[in-house]
């Protein structure tokens, strides 16, 4: 469960980036997240990561607090969040199976369950005659599929996508959609930041539309809206 309760934040600068938010998601839900540039969808994404504080309002995550949440509790939260971004993030001098791995390492797993949960993974992803690859050797989609793969490893009960499918083609965006639909089915929240209209409007879900910082429209089976 992630809920929002007047949350504000503003940076530096002293622009309201998101204004009185107040939301809930429940657990198992799957909400794509919608909005112009600039409107603050990733800033919405990232207070629920705590890559982000409020500036004023609550957050919880899991019953967490985690705008009041102690520097060394962090990690238990990322432990149950992984993120996935449209330029992939991958460390490029590791391996299809080390950026996985690595993951795991973090949160210090034994080697053994390492050994054991990386292979299942990287097979759920459809990936497991790359695991000896290096990023570089990868296509956009499978690089992708590697973040999946480690976003995943330690069994969060929450993803949160920021367009995912921002640099792939439509076939390679289904690939992925068809992965995280598949995630979604074994239980996970997800909530995906998109402009990808024919994603939303296919694979019909919540829909939360911000625009300027505030929420404008949030609906069941929503459609995308916007002629971009
Ligand atoms: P979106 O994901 O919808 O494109 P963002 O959340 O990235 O929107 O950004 C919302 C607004 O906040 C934009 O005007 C952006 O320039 C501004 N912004 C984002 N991050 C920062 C930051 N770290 N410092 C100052 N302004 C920021």
Redesign the pocket.
């Known amino acids: 469960m992630i809920e929002m309760q007047e949350v504000w934040k503003t940076?530096?600068?002293g622009?309201p980036?998101l204004q009185n938010i107040n939301v809930r998601i429940e657990k198992n839900e799957f909400v794509y997240i919608v909005?112009?540039?600039?409107?603050?969808?990733?800033?919405?994404m990232k207070l629920m990561y705590r890559e982000e504080r409020p500036t004023k309002g609550q957050i919880f995550v899991n019953n967490f607090n985690i705008g009041k949440l102690k520097q060394r509790k962090i990690p238990i939260l990322r432990r149950n969040i992984g993120v996935i971004f449209q330029d992939y993030r991958l460390l490029s001098k590791l391996t299809v199976q080390e950026n996985v791995a690595f993951a795991m390492e973090v949160i210090e797993a034994s080697q053994r369950s390492i050994k054991k949960r990386v292979p299942e993974v990287l097979e759920l992803v459809g990936l497991r005659d790359k695991i000896n690859s290096f990023p570089s050797q990868l296509s956009g989609g499978e690089q992708q599929r590697v973040a999946i793969a480690r976003a995943i490893v330690n069994n969060p009960s929450v993803i949160i996508a920021?367009e995912p499918t921002g640099n792939l083609d439509p076939e390679t965006s289904w690939e992925i959609m068809k992965i995280l639909d598949e995630i979604h089915d074994r239980g996970a929240t997800i909530i995906m930041?998109t402009h990808n209209r024919e994603i939303v409007n296919t694979l019909r879900k919540r829909v939360i539309a911000?625009e300027n910082g505030r929420i404008v429209r949030d609906t069941h089976r929503g459609e995308y809206g916007y002629e971009d």
Not at 35 to 44: D, L, M, Q, V, Y
């Open positions: 940076y530096s600068d622009t980036v909005g112009p540039s600039g409107a603050g969808k990733s800033t919405f920021d930041a911000i």
